[in-house]
């Protein structure tokens, strides 16, 4: 099967909290990834237990992420 190159999907642009978990989309390519505990969904993915991220899914998530950005780069609130 042919490796798939999967963009930065991450928020550098947002401070976050010692505490807080840093947003990164990538949890949306595979199934199940968004109802993932935060904590632990990046071990799940590096394992293969959620599978491989579906390709289907790939501009729709860019597109989130590109308007997220924007919207975050033109001054709106990370709690928005």
């Known amino acids: 099967m042919l490796d798939l ?5 991450t928020f550098p642009m947002v401070s976050y909290g010692r505490q807080e978990t840093r947003w990164d989309l990538r949890i949306l390519l595979y199934k199940g990834g968004g109802k ?3 904590r632990t969904v ?3 993915i ?8 579906l390709v289907e899914r790939i501009e729709l998530v860019l597109r989130l992420h590109e308007t997220m950005t924007a ?10």
């Open 36 to 38: 993932a505990s935060p």
């Open 46 to 53: 590096a394992a293969g237990d959620l599978g491989r991220p």
């Open 5 to 9: 190159h999967i963009p930065d999907l």
């Open 42 to 44: 990046f071990n799940q």
């Open 71 to 80: 919207s975050l780069v033109g001054g709106a609130s990370k709690t928005t």
